[in-house]
């Protein structure tokens, strides 16, 4: 029988399909708000993706990704889901369970509404969006600038209230600087540590052990050294041949970045071992479009020339004065740290900062993002790396997904502020909104939909600390919603009130506008769905 071309189709409409969605919705936030929290849970994980088939976790956006369910309109949900927790993991890198939890109240709250048949949802909905407009601006303008104090707090919230590990970070951070960048790897031993420089770093390592003159740490380490860029091969030592003069005749030292030849670059070791030429080579950066971008930020760090095969420079007109300065060069097996020199275009310098901060506001990837970032980092700042490190692998990965998240974090914080923590600033919104009888009944409606929402990430850190909003009620700062200040909450972790901020309970300001922002373009999507269409599916039982 020929096979017909094409795939059958399930369909679901109306209300069928929705609660169906919901369905999905309520499966995949009751996994995930589990850990929210400072008294929030962990959740094990079984999976072909994480080390040994099974990982431990407490980061929302570990726990989303893990989730697929067998139903395909309740496995829509969970996409749809996993989406508002990956874009709000991409803009502030935290905050995913939190809009996971703000999504599921906002549809929960939609569809528990008495007057729900007699409205045009559609201008409920268009409500909602606004609203959530007017309120991301409150919080915009309410957010407090980081210090150090607050930024070791961030760090420790954000890393599950461990406070090793959020000194590690916040020392990291005030020793690379408001422009440097932190990354996080992994430790080739049990230990977790950081290292620090105020230079830059290349994942690429010297191209000849020849070049090796620290063989105690199997190093080659330079201190004021010239610095040749270029993208294009040098295939005859001629073509260098210029700038080659005066660093041998004058003992100067040099670092080549740029692709050679082997026949190049072993007479060139030759002469480091037999005539003590002070020279080392290694690779361009990256590749494609990236290394271009990367070589040319070296090259106006250490204010050097860059010689471009892809722009048609000539590399034999290369000079002595088209070279860089690096006060100190530190080349390994496989990676190499650069100290910058004062030569640089600080002018130039500050414009490509300038200019790549504006290319993050319209980079929409993660990893695009985070490349951006290190290009600062080179240009403007140090660069701090934490080393996580564990007994065994299944610690490693919790801790390291802690780590990561926790680091994010701090970096929102120091791009758009802090606001007080523990659902705090989401619930004193709730406690702003009233609705009034000269709205319209679809605006009474938005705002009713969202002064419950915006009270469920509070309502949940209590829920996972064994109390309910009663609790707040009674004991409340004058016993009333409308009366608390701002700043003032309840921190479950000591199970004390007061003033959010000085207590250390935190969150950036980034965190939560997207956490926010993301919830409700996402429940926006699933409330107006009214035709779903799945593939159709075949089960086999045993």
Do not use: W
């Amino acid at each position: 029988m020929e096979q017909l071309g094409y795939s059958p189709k399930n369909l679901a409409f109306d209300d069928e399909g929705r609660q169906k969605l919901i369905k999905g919705i309520k499966k995949i936030s009751h996994a995930v708000k589990s850990t929210l929290g400072p008294r929030g849970q962990t959740v094990l994980i079984e999976s072909e993706q994480h080390l040994n088939g099974i990982t431990v976790t407490k980061d929302g956006v570990t726990v989303a990704k893990s989730i697929d369910l067998l139903d395909p309109i309740e496995n829509l949900a969970v996409k749809i889901m996993k989406q508002a927790a990956d874009k709000t993991a991409s803009d502030a890198g935290d905050g995913t369970t939190t809009a996971i939890v703000l999504t599921e109240a906002l549809v929960n709250a939609m569809y528990e509404l008495d007057n729900l048949d007699e409205l045009n949802v559609t201008e409920v909905l268009r409500q909602l969006e606004e609203l959530c407009r007017d309120l991301l601006n409150t919080l915009t303008k309410k957010a407090t600038k980081l210090n150090k104090k607050k930024l070791l707090d961030v760090a420790t919230i954000s890393a599950n209230n461990d406070k090793q590990i959020g000194k590690l970070i916040s020392d990291t951070y005030n020793t690379v600087g408001a422009d440097g960048i932190v990354t996080v790897e992994r430790s080739q031993s049990s230990n977790t540590y950081a290292e620090t420089t105020k230079g830059f770093k290349l994942d690429r390592g010297y191209v000849s052990n020849l070049f090796i003159n620290n063989h105690k740490k199997d190093e080659c380490v330079y201190d004021d050294v010239y610095v040749l860029v270029s993208d294009a091969e040098i295939g005859n030592i001629l073509t260098i041949e210029n700038p080659l003069k005066k660093i041998v005749g004058e003992h100067k030292k040099l670092l080549i970045i740029a692709p050679v030849t082997n026949n190049v670059c072993n007479t060139l070791a030759a002469n480091v071992m037999k005539r003590g030429v002070q020279l080392c080579i290694i690779s361009p950066p990256d590749f494609g479009y990236r290394q271009q971008e990367l070589m040319n930020d070296i090259a106006l760090s250490l204010g050097a020339t860059y010689f471009s095969e892809r722009t048609g420079d000539d590399l034999s007109l290369i000079t002595f004065e088209d070279l860089g300065h690096a006060n100190r060069i530190i080349v390994g097996q496989n990676s190499s740290v650069i100290i910058k020199g004062e030569t640089a275009d600080e002018e130039k310098v500050n414009t490509r900062i300038s200019e790549l901060t504006e290319q993050i506001k319209i980079t929409p990837r993660k990893p695009d993002q985070d490349f951006l970032l290190k290009r600062i980092a080179s240009l403007a700042g140090g660069i701090g790396v934490i080393y996580v490190g564990g007994h065994t692998d299944l610690e490693q990965k919790e801790k390291f997904d802690r780590v990561d998240d926790a680091v994010c974090a701090v970096r929102s914080a120091l791009e758009r502020g802090i606001l007080p923590g523990g659902g705090t600033a989401l619930y004193y919104l709730s406690t702003q909104l009233f609705t009034n009888s000269k709205n319209s009944d679809e605006k009474n409606a938005a705002i009713k939909i969202l002064k419950r929402a915006l009270r469920a990430p509070l309502r949940q850190i209590l829920s996972n600390a064994g109390k309910d909003e009663d609790y707040i009620h009674t004991r409340g700062s004058n016993g009333t919603y409308i009366d608390i200040p701002f700043n003032e909450g309840y921190d479950v972790k000591n199970e004390v009130y007061g003033d959010m901020l000085k207590m250390g309970v935190i969150d950036p300001a980034k965190v939560t506008t997207s956490a926010l922002a993301n919830a409700v373009s996402v429940a926006i999507t699933i409330l107006s769905t009214n035709a779903i269409i799945t593939l159709a599916r075949t089960y086999e039982t045993n």
